[in-house]
C-alpha cells in the first residue's frame, strides 16, 4: 500500500488541515487493503511524526507573485508564524500519542490497531473526510460482534472509507478497511447460508464479498 493512503489516515488521526486530502487516493471499486501492511505502517508513520522535533518552517511567495505588499508582510511575519505553527504541531503530537498509546496494542510482535468501544471509532469516522457522515452498523455472525463503520464524504463524487473492525476481549479490532469513490448508495447484507458479507448497491449490483472467515483469521 502507498504511503499517501498511509498519510491520509494519520492526518485523520490528528485532525489536521483537509488541504492534504486528495480524492485521487479513491479507487472507483471495493478494493480491500492488507491489513497487516496497513497497520503496521500506520504504525511506523505515526511513531516518526510523533518523534519528529524540526520546527515548522514557512516558505515566502515569490515577489513577483504576490506584490511588494504582502510580500513585506509575509516576509516579516514568517517568523511568527513558524513558531505558531511549530506549536500547533507539537499540540498534533501530543493528542497523536495519546492516540498511538491506546489504539495500537501489540501482541506475540504483532501490531493490532484497536478502539476500546464503539463510540471512539464514530468519533474518529466524523473526522476523516470533508462533509464527513458515518453509517455505522453491528453485526452479529455467529459466536462474534462486528461493527461495519461507512464514512461518506467529499464534494461531487461521493468518496467513502469502510473499515471492519471485530470485538475481540475489551477491544474493537480493525480487521478489514478500503477507500472508493462509489456515487450509488449500498448497504451491507449477510448471507448466512453462503457466510459471507455483501456490499451491495441499491440498483442490486454486487461490490465486493467478504467470507465469514475473516472473524477468525489473526494475523
Given at each position: 500500500m502507498g504511503k499517501k493512503k498511509i498519510n491520509?489516515?494519520?492526518?485523520?488521526f490528528i485532525f489536521f488541515s483537509i488541504d492534504s486530502y486528495s480524492q485521487e487516493l479513491f479507487t472507483k471499486?471495493?478494493?480491500?487493503?492488507?491489513?497487516?501492511?496497513?497497520?503496521?505502517?500506520?504504525?511506523?508513520?505515526?511513531?516518526?511524526?510523533?518523534?519528529?522535533?524540526?520546527?515548522?518552517k514557512v516558505e515566502l511567495p515569490k515577489l513577483k507573485d504576490v506584490g511588494l505588499e504582502v510580500y513585506l508582510y509575509k516576509f516579516f511575519s514568517r517568523k511568527k508564524d513558524e513558531k505558531e505553527l511549530t506549536l500547533q504541531k507539537q499540540k498534533e503530537q501530543e493528542i497523536a500519542k495519546k492516540i498511538f498509546d491506546?489504539?495500537?496494542?501489540?501482541?506475540?510482535?504483532?501490531?493490532?490497531?484497536?478502539?476500546?468501544?464503539?463510540?471512539?471509532?464514530?468519533?474518529?469516522g466524523k473526522n476523516q473526510l470533508p462533509f464527513s457522515v458515518v453509517f455505522p452498523e453491528v453485526i452479529?455472525?455467529?459466536?462474534?460482534?462486528?461493527?461495519?463503520?461507512?464514512?461518506?464524504?467529499?464534494?461531487?463524487?461521493?468518496?467513502?472509507?469502510?473499515?471492519?473492525f471485530k470485538e475481540k476481549d475489551v477491544f474493537w479490532q480493525l480487521i478489514k478497511s478500503t477507500h472508493a469513490r462509489i456515487v450509488e448508495f449500498f448497504v451491507v447484507n449477510v448471507d448466512n447460508d453462503m457466510e459471507k458479507i455483501i456490499?451491495?448497491?441499491?440498483?442490486?449490483?454486487i461490490l465486493s464479498e467478504l467470507s465469514f472467515n475473516i472473524l477468525y483469521d489473526d494475523f
Open positions: 491520509l489516515l494519520l492526518l485523520t471499486e471495493l478494493q480491500w487493503i492488507e491489513t497487516k501492511e496497513f497497520v503496521n505502517e500506520l504504525y511506523e508513520s505515526m511513531e516518526n511524526f510523533i518523534n519528529d522535533t524540526t520546527s515548522a491506546t489504539n495500537f496494542i501489540i501482541e506475540d510482535s504483532i501490531i493490532h490497531f484497536c478502539f476500546q468501544d464503539k463510540d471512539q471509532i464514530l468519533e474518529w452479529r455472525i455467529k459466536d462474534r460482534n462486528i461493527f461495519i463503520l461507512r464514512v461518506a464524504g467529499c464534494s461531487g463524487l461521493p468518496c467513502w472509507n469502510i473499515y471492519i456490499f451491495i448497491t441499491k440498483s442490486g449490483k
